[in-house]
């Protein structure tokens, strides 16, 4: 276990979230749950918290209430390198209720943020010619879903 975990706060939907989080990632796997039991202040058996992983990344996860909500202040960074990528976890991530933001970020439908951005992007914006780096920059400005066909455009000035 790493010495430091996310850990989200769900007001109570926290199944929904594992099981939308699980579906997503192709190396995801769901470590713990823990329910309530009798003389809770919710249900008996409701999901209380749960451990879970993505991609390698361990997270703690607890049914906590409406009392803390998720801030795009934190978001979660989804590295891609192909297009076909970007677009699978995008169209997850968005699906019933998700909402795109600009420059790859987006919030799913219980509000936490995610950026999903491909390896491409981070190349080309620290290529060493600021003509280039900026003409990506400008391009990526004008998109919510990052288009990797559209930043090769742009570096190339055409």
Known sequence: MPKITPFLWFDDRIEDAIELYTSVFPHAKVHKITRYGEGAPVSPGKVMSAVFELEGQTFYALNGGPMHRFSEAVSFFVRCETQAEVD???????????????????????????????????????????????????????????????????????
């Open 88 to 158: 699978h976890y995008w169209n997850r991530l968005t699906a019933d209720g998700g909402v795109e933001q600009p420059c790859g970020w987006l919030k799913d439908k219980f509000g936490l943020s995610w950026q999903i951005i491909p390896e491409t992007l981070e190349r080309y914006l620290s290529d060493p010619d600021p003509a280039r780096s900026q003409r990506v920059m400008q391009a990526m400005m004008q998109m919510k879903k990052i288009d990797i066909a559209a930043l090769d455009r742009a570096y190339a000035g055409t």
